[in-house]
């Protein structure tokens, strides 16, 4: 899993601008109801032949395509609906269409179109055979110095954040695209201004950023820090977020909370909605100590009640979550409708990540054992 760096220095590097996030909108709550019309899922498992693999990485459908993105070789590795290997793209190397790391890989735009998420760069590929391009961050013209941002750092200030993606084994959907602009998480560990030990941070500062694809550059940052964060003084560990669109609004989910947040695509909150899992214990480990938060940060995530990965698509909404932790051995799924309603609470295998449909199938990242070198990923139906 992927620790947080207290670097702030090194993120000061990344681009120095005075860039405002606008006014606090006042949006629509939302009650759900459950429902209760789904109470249990098929789920199978469909094992993928697969070779010289480091089986570190993710699952993706990607325009009714079945990917396993390979975060050490920095390959997508193509699958048929049988699970036999057909194609191998991108990775490191000497060629046309390499890459320096491969986060994420997301479709964009009507064609066959695809950008790849690669630390501090993005890279846009025409149907991975194609390179149009690639593009660092581009946080604009810097008005401030390091010295004055570590003085007098503010929530607006892009030159304090950067782009965070969680890689730990409950491998949330983070990247995604609406029109041509890509939306990450985008978090700041300013010393007067971080998860650590400050009330500010929950208050003051965004969790989203909005990048234009056509040259990276931030175009906006917005998502307030849910009122939960406030509750439990403090619970950085649990600071990490889930992105996904309909292609027309993002849906946000936080760790800790259990509502879901809609904006729209000029991250204006539209609605939060949601209804609390099952057997959630709140009772959470808190600090306010740097270290302590490290040195805790796998068990924090491993035995608490955490929120895990969003996705929707036109139909259904799937959170998945974790009452015990991740290494509780027991991972649940919600399920509502377009309403908002929840249609079900269902129980799911333990690394579970709804990523698409194809037919009549949804997929789901996936089993990954990398002692057994096993690779399969997950299939279901909703009737």
Request: overall charge negative; some cysteine; hydrophobic content about 35%.
């Amino acid at each position: 899993m992927k620790k947080r760096n207290f670097n702030f220095l090194g993120i000061l590097f990344c681009g120095i601008l005075l860039f405002s996030c606008g006014k606090k909108e006042v949006f629509n709550g939302y009650i759900s109801k459950d429902i209760a019309l789904v109470d249990h899922i098929n789920v199978e498992a469909l094992p993928l032949e697969v070779e010289n693999t480091s089986y570190v990485g993710k699952f993706k459908v990607l325009r009714d395509r079945l990917i396993f993105i390979d975060q050490i070789s920095s390959q997508a590795r193509e699958f048929d609906l049988s699970g036999k290997e057909i194609g191998t793209y991108l990775g490191t190397g000497d060629h046309p269409t390499r890459v320096g790391a491969a986060y994420d890989v997301v479709p964009y735009g009507p064609n066959e179109d695809f950008i790849v998420i690669d630390d501090f760069v993005i890279h846009h590929f025409l149907n991975f055979n194609q390179k149009l391009g690639h593009f660092t961050y581009d946080f604009g013209m810097g008005v401030k110095s390091k010295e004055e941002l570590l003085a007098n750092p503010a929530g607006e200030e892009p030159a304090i954040y950067y782009p965070e993606f969680y890689d730990g084994i409950l491998n949330f959907n983070s990247v995604c695209v609406i029109d041509d602009s890509y939306f990450i998480p985008f978090v700041t560990e300013h010393p007067s201004l971080n998860a650590y030990m400050h009330s500010s941070f929950y208050t003051s500062t965004s969790s989203i950023a909005k990048f234009s694809i056509a040259n990276n550059k931030l175009e906006k940052m917005g998502g307030e820090w849910p009122g939960v964060y406030l509750d439990h003084k403090y619970i950085p560990n649990l600071t990490y977020l889930s992105l996904t669109t309909d292609g027309i609004n993002l849906y946000v989910g936080y760790m800790a909370d259990y509502k879901i947040t809609v904006y729209d695509k000029d991250l204006k909150k539209l609605k939060s909605f949601g209804i609390s899992g099952k057997e959630m214990n709140l009772n959470y480990r808190t600090t306010t100590f740097f270290e302590e938060a490290q040195i805790n940060n796998w068990k924090d995530l491993a035995e608490q009640s955490v929120y895990g990965s969003l996705y929707v698509d036109n139909s259904y909404i799937f959170r998945v979550y974790y009452p015990n932790g991740y290494e509780g051995n027991n991972t649940r799924m919600q399920i509502y409708n377009l309403s908002y309603d929840l249609l079900g609470d269902v129980e799911v295998p333990s690394r579970f990540n709804v990523i698409g449909k194809i037919g009549d199938y949804y997929f789901a990242d996936g089993l990954i054992e990398e002692q057994d070198e096993e690779l399969s990923i997950y299939k279901f139906k909703l009737n």
